[in-house]
């Protein structure tokens, strides 16, 4: 997959995480996309270095997507306990 391609799935990957972990981000909605692609990047990488799994050239591949999502939800957590939800209500 290009660069492209995974800026993309970071998007989606990013949407599904902050549908999954609902709530207030101190980044907004910025910061939640810019996550959800760093995510991406992340768990393609932790899958292809520890979990054995290479990437995909397939943008429809399962496997990626569950890497990306995981990913997301790791930073989106990461990101909230160490920043909190400093966002005014």
């Not at 999954?20 to 996309?33: A, H, S």
């Amino acid at each position: 997959m290009s660069v492209i391609s995974w800026i993309v799935l970071g998007l989606l990957a990013g949407v599904v995480a902050k549908v999954l972990l609902p709530g207030r981000d101190p980044g907004g909605l910025i910061g939640t996309t810019l996550i959800g692609i760093a995510g991406a990047f992340t768990g393609g990488w932790i899958s292809a270095r520890y979990l054995d799994r290479p990437i995909s050239n397939d943008f429809y591949d399962g496997a990626t997507w569950l890497a990306a999502i995981g990913g997301s939800l790791v930073l989106l957590i990461a990101y909230r306990i160490l920043f909190g939800h400093s966002r005014p209500r």
